[in-house]
Antibody, heavy 130, light 107 residues
Framework: QITLKESGPTLVKPTQTLTLTCTFSGFSLSTSGVGVGWIRQPPGKALEWLALIYWDDDKRYSPSLKSRLTITKDTSKNQVVLTMTNMDPVDTATYYC??????????????????????WGKGTTVTVSS | DIQMTQSPSTLSASVGDRVTVTCRASQSISSWLAWYQQKPGKPPKLLIYKASSLESGVPSRFSGSGSGTEFTLTISSLQPDDFATYYCQQYNSYPYTFGQGTKLEIK
């Protein structure tokens, strides 16, 4: 059974750096094909995809936030860490991490992998305020 | 970025109704679309992936269809537990993007 749990500060001040940890079980990020993503949701608003890290340490970021985000993994601890710099009140949101599963499109020379989030953590709420 | 537009934003329906939610992509995403259900204070729950594949454990009254730029989520007979907000999300290309959500309310 796959489970994920987010942890980190509930309150940060503007301009500070936010560090969130996703601790998971039921899978390993050293296994080929595995990924973990981060998504956030401001109060009363829609979901926003932030970043994704793969078993091979490939990383993808939202272009609008790329300059502020860093995603890393610690395979030995079964953790993924997301840091976001220069926090602003508009970054107030619930932050989720999720296991990324994939579909395969078989090509002539290679296969293509398309990842979707199938199991989500419960989320952690972060408020940015002075 | 690929824009995902859902309609309607709010839908009022009764238990037993058949309801459909539409999601349109600003460019073709083939079938790389997921649908999620979210209840207040809870994380999203995956219902459908690859446009029409039902996630394990999800009731068969949920179904998805479409390809290219137009997709639908259908609930064949609404149950009390289905009143929630539904999101579509494309995973054809980065950045992954979500629709703005459709809130399904009790009539």
């Amino acid at each position: 059974q796959i489970t994920l749990k987010e942890s980190g500060p509930t309150l940060v001040k503007p301009t500070q750096t936010l560090t969130l940890t996703c601790t998971f079980s039921g899978f390993s990020l050293s296994t080929s094909g595995v990924g973990v993503g981060w998504i956030r949701q401001p109060p009363g608003k829609a979901l926003e995809w932030l970043a994704l890290i793969y078993w091979d340490d490939d990383k993808r970021y939202s272009p609008s936030l790329k300059s502020r985000l860093t995603i890393t993994k610690d395979t030995s601890k079964n953790q993924v860490v997301l840091t976001m710099t220069n926090m602003d009140p508009v970054d107030t949101a619930t932050y989720y991490c999720a296991h990324a599963n994939y579909d395969i499109l078989t090509g002539y020379y290679t296969n293509y992998y398309y990842y979707y989030m199938d199991v989500w953590g419960k989320g952690t709420t972060v408020t940015v305020s002075s | 970025d690929i824009q995902m537009t859902q309609s309607p934003s709010t839908l009022s329906a009764s238990v037993g109704d058949r309801v459909t939610v539409t999601c349109r992509a600003s460019q073709s995403i083939s079938s790389w679309l997921a649908w999620y259900q979210q209840k207040p204070g809870k994380p999203p729950k995956l219902l459908i992936y690859k446009a029409s594949s039902l996630e394990s454990g999800v009731p068969s009254r949920f179904s998805g269809s479409g390809s290219g730029t137009e997709f639908t989520l259908t609930i064949s007979s609404l149950q009390p537990d289905d009143f929630a907000t539904y999101y579509c999300q494309q995973y054809n290309s980065y950045p992954y993007t979500f629709g703005q959500g459709t809130k399904l309310e009790i009539k």
